[in-house]
């Protein structure tokens, strides 16, 4: 296991999210003990040492099952991981009693990391209102040793990021993003490391296969990936890419099978970061995947300028290209919701005004129309 350095501390570089524990019949909420229990006992032995939950997790019940599978171990043998859950607006005002419930569901006295939950348009202001008391309370908990290190999550865009990190930065400790050889240009996630960087903080990665995309590839992709490393499976190069990039600490990675967690031990055995040719390629895979499903915007924004009812089109195309990529997914209208409907895809009338100055000629209106259709709005 290669591990990485962290202040006193050595991580795992591959950590266990315990997001996509095994169910029972298919449904979320029913994990399935025994077996999930089977794999975190091999990652232990195996030297993962680094576990993630959250409150929402398996409708509440990741924490306790993780909790009750770590309890055989030494407690300074593992570190823990849980957040806040400010994805869910009325959880505001509930900080305290979530985090006292948090340390009895997991069955600990403190955890090692914890995290803002989720930071992105739809919270970020909530996050910043002094009324909730979420900031102190949690710096709070660190200097009674109840939280070791504290970071956040985000899903929102780099400049939200910045926001953020404008009030908490100089207490924020890592940060955890969605990142992969797909979203380094589709959701700015080379912005977000940059970002990160300019803060000095340490970079936890979610999503390192995009929800299991970037476990296979096209044929013919895999082929030229096949030539340049013959023993190199396909998931495998999305972790070498993030071995590629200064500052990533710890990758998450979802297991719910032991057949999974044994490919990704087998990889995370050794650090092995690409070369130039091999991320140009992979680049170039990712750029070939996104051309054949989302509009070709470049927020030029002539079209804004054209809008009657203006409407933030470049930033609604972003949204409507990712929802489309992803089918479905909560990112979008987590956005969304940020926004007043006034200024949300359901607003276009469908002048066509923007299509007529629009250097790639999308046809935004049917886009808009069909973003609206996709999200169940009339």
Same mark, same amino acid.
């Given at each position: ?83 806040f859950p400010g994805y869910d607006l009325s959880n505001m005002d509930k ?36 009324? #909730?008391? *979420? ?9 009674? !040793?109840?939280?070791?290190? &504290?970071?956040? @999550? +985000? ?28 979203d380094w240009t589709f959701q700015d996630a080379k912005g977000k490391v940059?970002?990160?960087?300019? #803060?000095? *903080? ?9 929800? !299991?995309?970037?476990?296979? &590839?096209?044929? @013919? +992709? ?157």
């Amino acid at each position: 296991m290669v591990y990485q350095p962290f202040q006193d501390a050595k991580l795992s570089a591959l950590g266990m999210g315990a997001m996509r524990l095994p169910v029972i019949g298919g449904d979320d909420a029913k994990i399935d003990e025994e077996a999930a229990k089977n794999i975190i006992a091999y990652a232990m032995e195996k030297g993962i040492n680094y576990y993630d939950t959250a409150w929402g997790y398996h409708g509440g019940h990741s924490e306790e099952i993780l909790g009750s599978a770590l309890r055989p171990y030494p407690r300074e043998s593992y570190y823990l991981a849980d957040k806040f859950p400010g994805y869910d607006l009325s959880n505001m005002d509930k900080v305290k009693p979530i985090f006292e419930e948090q340390l009895l569901r997991c069955g600990v006295d403190y955890f090692d990391f914890y995290l803002f939950h989720n930071v992105c348009e739809m919270n970020i202001d909530a996050y910043l209102n002094e009324e #909730y008391g *979420i900031f102190p309370y949690l710096v709070g908990q660190k200097k009674a !040793g109840r939280i070791r290190h &504290l970071g956040f @999550s +985000a899903h929102g865009s780099t400049e939200v990021m910045e926001r953020f990190l404008k009030a908490y930065g100089d207490q924020m400790e890592f940060c955890q993003i969605q990142l992969n050889y797909l979203d380094w240009t589709f959701q700015d996630a080379k912005g977000k490391v940059e970002l990160l960087r300019k #803060y000095q *903080i340490p970079v936890w990665v979610m999503e390192p296969l995009r929800g !299991g995309k970037l476990a296979a &590839l096209p044929e @013919s +992709a895999a082929a030229e990936l096949k030539k340049l490393r013959p023993d190199e499976d396909i998931p495998a190069w999305a972790f070498r890419f993030l071995q590629s990039i200064p500052g990533v600490t710890v990758v998450l990675s979802g297991m719910s099978s032991l057949e999974q967690l044994k490919d990704n031990l087998h990889t995370f055995e050794t650090h092995k970061p690409l070369n130039r040719q091999e991320w140009d390629r992979l680049m170039g895979i990712a750029d070939d995947m996104l051309k054949k499903r989302i509009l070709p915007c470049t927020a030029c924004r002539y079209c804004v300028s054209h809008c009657p009812q203006e409407l933030p089109i470049p930033s609604l195309l972003a949204l409507y290209n990712e929802h489309c990529f992803t089918e479905g997914g909560f990112i979008a209208p987590m956005a969304l919701s940020a926004l007043p409907p006034e200024k949300q895809p359901g607003a276009c009338i469908g002048c066509k005004r923007c299509e007529a100055v629009c250097p790639q000629q999308i046809k935004i209106s049917q886009a808009m129309a069909d973003f609206s259709e996709r999200l169940g709005v009339s």
